[in-house]
């Protein structure tokens, strides 16, 4: 929300939305027919400046290349950016400083809100609203599927991240673990326990009952004024990720930091360290990669448990990657034209590299999955589990509207969230701490 994601911090391993795209940063130039003079991309030629936090292997680089062909007026460099704090501080001070940007993405909803606080985001509004594949992602759309600020757009999602299991299927079949058809969180427990022993763990962390339980906005009062963290789901879902540590069904909070398996957790699931995950379709290209994550077992998809049996529930994922084009750009009739052709040709060019795209077309559901599994499918996934899952037009997924110190509220829970596995504090200090922190960040930032 969002591997670049919407996200927001979260207990299974996820800390930021799109974890699967921490590697080494690059940038690659892909050269066009445009001698970079600039202008608008109208007449003469312009050279578009794109950072992104995707390898560009994994999609931007054959997306752009068809862009090229489309648009031979304007040349596209497209600079690699790593989704980590370090990674995003570098993306700000090149808004902010002299490095020419004309395009960036977003990967959580507090990066951009700062962005967009800080003025470095163009107002798309109009543009959004006069574009009718794009209806969706306008101000007054419902249900909605972006995101809005005072009334106005800021960025347009080229990505939907939804939540979803990957359990390793060799290991359920052969424990003889039965999953229900509709589980819920105490089931997934039960699974995580069944498919653990010495050293190997069923899951690698806990469901997040909160947003699946609260939806949009879930963090905050309706008014947006004060925190929710006095909402009985957080105290649930942190006594929940407890139980599981203590009974040996989930990795262990200090080995998860010791070991960055909240970044890095695609080598742990696929040498069978654990079992099971609660991720996004990101962590596929993992699994697809034999040659550095060599493996035997099948994996199945399943979705996200329900909080509560036979109750309807959120999706914890988001529209994702979002696109923005910079304030400070010289070109921006051209970078709004590579900008729609980047959300509309998405799931084409970036499904292999485990992105479903924002404009989901379930008619093409069966050409996006065998992008997505690749050549090996049969021999590496249970093919079968996957569409029911990504492709579940009942799902519900949270567009929040709030986002007063989000940024600064990502960082008091992870902290606080840190603690409480590692026995630290209790429940009950965190949520004494997350409210009055929050609190005192949304009051400053009111």
Known sequence: MVDPGPALPRRLGRRSVLAGLVGAAGATALAGCGNGSGGSGKSG?????VWGGVPAESGPDDLIAAFHKAHPDITVKYTRY?????????LDNSLQGGVPIDLFFSYNIGNLSKRVNAGLTLDLTDKVKDESAFSKFGVDADPQGNYVFDKKIYSVPAALSPELVLVNADALDKAGVEVPDNWDVD???????ALSKSNVYGSLGSPNLARTKLGPNYRYTPDGKASNFGNPAFREQLELALAMQKDGSAIPQKTV?????????QASFLSGRHRMMITQAYMLRYVSDTKEYPHEFKVRCLPVPAPVKGQEYWNEGAYGDLLSISQKSEQQDAAWEFLKFWVNEAGTYMVKGGRLPSLLDN????KMLDALLGS???KLYDVDSFKPVLFDE???IPVDTIYTAADEID???EKLDDQVLLGDITVDQWVSQATSQANSAIKKSA
């Open 45 to 49: 030629s312009a050279t578009l400046n």
């Open 82 to 90: 790593v989704n980590d704090d370090e990674g995003n501080l570098k």
């Open 376 to 378: 090996d499918k049969q």
């Open 363 to 366: 008619s093409q559901a069966d």
């Open 411 to 413: 960082t008091i829970v």
């Open 257 to 265: 930091l010791s070991q960055k398996l909240q970044t890095f957790s």
């Open 187 to 193: 089931d997934y427990h039960r699974v995580a326990k």
């Open 394 to 396: 009942k799902m519900k």
